[in-house]
């Protein structure tokens, strides 16, 4: 099977952080445990047959640090809830994010305000994620949003234009908040449209919803998002060098 599977690639225009991890940089070089916190619903949970992204970045980033910060234990703390949303994932930010103390959360969002959306107001799912992010940022802490995913169940007729308004929706609070956003949906369709990744590929084979990622391309955006955080950790490092010199 793996030599059916695509090669893609990862653009550093689409997965740059927009704002440096200082908090993150900060932490690693504190010498104690690292935790980073992944909030979200079901892409951050996992299903059965499919290893959660948190799990593996988590082996990504040790890996990373391993030789520059051999004694520093890096900890993804998985806080994802399969069909949940913004509202009720902002209710669990002081037992799943605050008593952690993390220096970073990811926070995946969105996707089931398109996808179920008989069952969510829209726009008080969009106010919600500004609140939780105004929230959050009277903590020390890095935050990163994460969009939905681009499969086939967010690109139906009724649901293609609702997921747009999303993606941008999100970015606006992101721009507003100075945080970043992991453009997960703009990475996906980069893969569908140059690298002709088939939604077969990027669809898990035993979600007939059509809504969840496969194993192989969670594992794909698990290696983008550790870049994409590692490489924010080292514009924060030049920073705070900047402003020590």
Same mark, same amino acid.
């Given at each position: 099977? =793996?030599? =059916?599977?695509?090669?893609?690639? *990862?653009?550093?225009?689409?997965?740059?952080?927009?704002?440096?991890?200082?908090?993150?940089?900060?932490?690693?070089?504190?010498?104690?445990?690292?935790?980073?916190?992944?909030?979200?619903?079901? =892409?951050?949970?996992?299903?059965?047959?499919?290893?959660?992204?948190?799990?593996?970045?988590?082996?990504?980033?040790?890996?990373?640090?391993?030789?520059?910060?051999?004694?520093?234990?890096?900890?993804?703390?998985?806080?994802?809830?399969?069909?949940?949303?913004?509202?009720?994932?902002?209710?669990?930010?002081?037992?799943? *994010?605050?008593?952690?103390?993390?220096?970073?959360?990811?926070?995946?969002?969105?996707?089931?305000?398109?996808?179920?959306?008989?069952?969510?107001?829209?726009?008080?799912?969009?106010?919600?994620?500004?609140?939780?992010?105004?929230?959050?940022?009277?903590?020390? *802490?890095?935050?990163?949003? *994460?969009?939905?995913?681009?499969?086939?169940?967010?690109?139906?007729?009724?649901?293609?234009?609702?997921?747009?308004?999303?993606?941008?929706?999100?970015?606006?609070?992101?721009?507003?908040?100075?945080?970043?956003?992991?453009?997960?949906?703009?990475?996906?369709?980069?893969?569908?449209?140059?690298?002709?990744?088939?939604?077969?590929?990027?669809?898990?084979?035993?979600?007939?919803?059509?809504?969840?990622?496969?194993?192989?391309?969670?594992?794909?955006? =698990?290696?983008?998002?550790?870049?994409?955080?590692?490489?924010?950790?080292?514009?924060?490092?030049?920073?705070?060098?900047?402003?020590?010199?």
């Amino acid at each position: 099977m =793996s030599e =059916s599977l695509p090669v893609v690639d *990862i653009p550093q225009g689409i997965i740059k952080l927009e704002r440096p991890l200082s908090n993150f940089f900060d932490a690693l070089r504190g010498g104690g445990p690292v935790r980073v916190v992944a909030m979200g619903s079901s =892409s951050t949970a996992g299903r059965a047959d499919v290893v959660p992204y948190p799990y593996r970045l988590e082996m990504y980033l040790r890996q990373h640090y391993a030789e520059p910060l051999p004694n520093v234990r890096i900890d993804v703390l998985n806080r994802g809830r399969g069909g949940e949303e913004a509202p009720k994932e902002f209710d669990r930010f002081d037992a799943d *994010i605050f008593c952690d103390n993390p220096p970073l959360v990811l926070w995946q969002v969105g996707t089931n305000a398109v996808f179920r959306k008989q069952d969510f107001n829209f726009k008080e799912v969009v106010d919600k994620i500004a609140e939780g992010v105004r929230l959050l940022a009277k903590h020390p *802490i890095d935050v990163v949003l *994460i969009d939905p995913q681009y499969v086939t169940a967010m690109l139906r007729d009724d649901k293609a234009e609702l997921s747009e308004t999303m993606v941008s929706e999100i970015r606006k609070i992101a721009d507003e908040a100075k945080i970043s956003v992991f453009q997960r949906w703009a990475l996906m369709r980069h893969w569908h449209v140059s690298n002709e990744v088939s939604f077969e590929q990027l669809l898990d084979p035993t979600d007939g919803d059509k809504l969840h990622q496969s194993d192989w391309s969670t594992l794909q955006v =698990s290696k983008a998002l550790c870049k994409a955080i590692t490489d924010a950790t080292t514009a924060a490092g030049w920073l705070a060098a900047g402003q020590k010199s």
